[in-house]
């Protein structure tokens, strides 16, 4: 099965723990789950996906059939064994966005040509390359409001360049000023 390389929150849950973390990849038949200390394989699994886009966790029962090897970003891969309609209809829709958005030129992304790619550094394993532009982004987490820029953008995300990050993996409500829009 096709696996496309995406980010968003996943919540897993064994018979011993329940975990809430990201994933890597998705496909029709499954997900790639981050993960520091996987299930042994085998070991069933409630998943609660909370998929771009969606206001209610898509939810659908797994089991762990593929662990991540030796080198690699640690984690597992659940295959879906019982999903329902909606969840399924939900997880197509998602890969075919990834899909149509890993064609796709953001909005407000700075032109670049060909051999300007090169200076861009890209790491292969980015799931959508990087376009440098420069935007307003407010952002706020439970205890603060930042108004910072963005230094890059992305069919998957923005890098806010900012001298005091919030710690890694914390939620953020994100507000942007693309250009030629006054709308946030």
């Known amino acids: ?41 085998g070991t069933p699994v409630r998943l609660k996906l909370y998929l771009p886009g969606t206001r209610e966790p898509a939810q659908a029962s797994g089991v762990v059939r593929e662990l991540a090897g030796p080198g690699m970003e640690p984690g597992f891969w659940a295959h879906f064994v019982e999903a ?13 966005r990834r899909e149509r958005a890993s064609q796709a030129t953001p909005i407000g992304a700075v032109a670049v040509q060909p051999e300007d790619l090169e200076d861009l550094d890209e790491d292969p394993r980015r799931a959508f390359r990087r376009y440098p ?17 963005a230094a890059n ?20 409500s994100v507000e942007m000023q693309l250009p030629g829009s006054d709308a946030p």
Not at 84 to 96: C, F, Y
Not at 133 to 141: E, G, M, P, Y
């Open 1 to 41: 099965m096709n696996r496309v390389p995406i980010v968003f929150p996943i919540r897993f849950a064994t018979a011993k723990a329940a975990v809430q973390t990201t994933t890597r990849e998705l496909a029709r038949d499954g997900v790639f789950i981050r993960c520091l200390e996987s299930p042994a394989l």
């Open 153 to 172: 953008i992305s069919a998957g995300g923005v890098f806010v360049h900012t001298p005091e990050p919030p710690p890694l993996k914390t939620v953020v």
């Open 84 to 96: 329902g309609s909606r969840e399924r209809k939900l997880i197509e829709e998602t890969i075919a």
């Open 133 to 149: 532009t420069r935007f307003a982004v407010r952002f706020s987490t439970v205890q603060d409001f930042v108004l910072e820029y």
